[in-house]
């Protein structure tokens, strides 16, 4: 089961880039220095946070600081709606990184959004859901087929193809 849930960490960046849910600027309040490693430490100091507050299995970063609740949302096996969690999320919420926990979507990501789930619809994904507003991309709580013998496998297909579609349609290209 871990194995299969390993694709779908990458899957869940993948989707946190297409959706545009994380903020653009990295207003750390650093002066001018590398504003990478800054947001590197702060998500660094905050997964120390959640696993000292009881979520043991919270991840690290990846090497550019990137952390998002969708990639901890659908990449684990954590469940986010626990009473252990959200007591976490509210002791570490100070040392939360910018884009965490996403954003609100612009009309244009929006857009995007939709076809990218119309993508993953046409690649055999047949039950994935438009996305809310305010909810990840990607939930495989929400995707019943994701359960079934080979709906990892065939969802994982899907978001390779429809992510390297729609990445360029927000200015994504190359990453």
Known sequence: MRRTLRPLAGLAML?????GCSSTSAGTGSSGGNSTASTHEKAVRF???M?????SAFPDPNASGELTIDAVANGSSLDTGSAAFKQAM????ELEP???TGGKVTPQQRTVRLKFAQCIRDNGVKDFPDPTPDGPLVDTNRIPSAATE???????AAMHKCGAIYSGELGLKGQ
């Open 15 to 19: 989707a946190v880039i297409v959706a």
């Open 47 to 49: 997964a120390e946070c």
């Open 150 to 156: 080979g709906g990892m496998s065939i969802l994982n």
């Open 51 to 55: 696993r000292a507050n009881g979520v």
């Open 90 to 93: 509210s002791a570490c919420k």
């Open 98 to 100: 910018p884009g965490f």
